[in-house]
T-cell receptor, first 115, second 112 residues
């Protein structure tokens, strides 16, 4: 099925470890984003991309890196995991300005625990 | 930057009760407005959206929302809730830079 695929679904890291959360979409969407969801705080934007080769910071970018070498993929890298990064991470995509009447399509999420 | 406020953090209703969840946003320019629903253990799904035209928008599962520009509001309503509507509901705004802003969410608990 077409959509946004996130891997892994669950991950436990030790403080200081690094890892990459994968996100891929097969809808040829230009716009992709990473959010973290924490209780009582809704979704907060980490990084986003408006197209291949273009990324920008969101509301809470510290401790995370992204790259967008292809339209399909938008991985999120945790450089040195901290307990404050324990959260549920969602990747989302949307058509670009040409598809203005679309909302986001969300992936199923990655539940990350940093111990 | 935008801000999106959802004033009801937790709502408990009995089945067949009417629902209204508030959403207010801060941006004065052209916006697109959305409501998303997240069922327990699942990802967010689009419930309805407003772009232009009729300010009363109908979505899936009997939900509707009304855009009131003068009040910067986009409240979600349903005349009669069901137990299966138990979920968390998020209001979202997209500004004309194509950036999305989400509210903090409202947890709805419907008692059978």
């Amino acid at each position: 099925n077409a959509g946004v695929t996130q891997t892994p679904k669950f991950q436990v890291l030790k403080t200081g470890q690094s890892m990459t959360l994968q996100c891929a979409q097969d809808m040829n969407h230009e716009y992709m984003s990473w959010y973290r969801q924490d209780p009582g705080m809704g979704l907060r934007l980490i990084h986003y991309s408006v197209g291949a080769g273009i990324t920008d910071q969101g509301e809470v970018p510290n401790g995370y890196n992204v790259s967008r070498s292809t339209t399909e993929d938008f991985p999120l890298r945790l450089l040195s995991a901290a307990p404050s990064q324990t959260s549920v991470y969602f990747c989302a995509s949307s058509p670009g300005t040409g598809g203005w009447n679309y909302g986001y399509t969300f992936g199923s999420g990655t539940r990350l625990t940093v111990v | 930057a935008q801000s999106v406020s959802q004033h009801n953090h937790h709502v408990i209703l009995s089945e067949a009760a009417s629902l209204e969840l508030g959403c207010n946003y801060s941006y004065g320019g052209t916006v697109n407005l959305f409501w998303y629903v997240q069922y327990p253990g699942q990802h967010l799904q689009l419930l309805l959206k407003y772009f232009s035209g009729d300010p009363l928008v109908k979505g899936i599962k009997g939900f509707e929302a009304e855009f009131i520009k003068s009040k910067f509001s986009f409240n979600l309503r349903k005349p009669s809730v069901q137990w299966s509507d138990t979920a968390e509901y998020f209001c979202a705004v997209r500004d004309n830079f194509n950036k999305f802003y989400f509210g903090s969410g409202t947890k709805l608990n419907v008692k059978p």
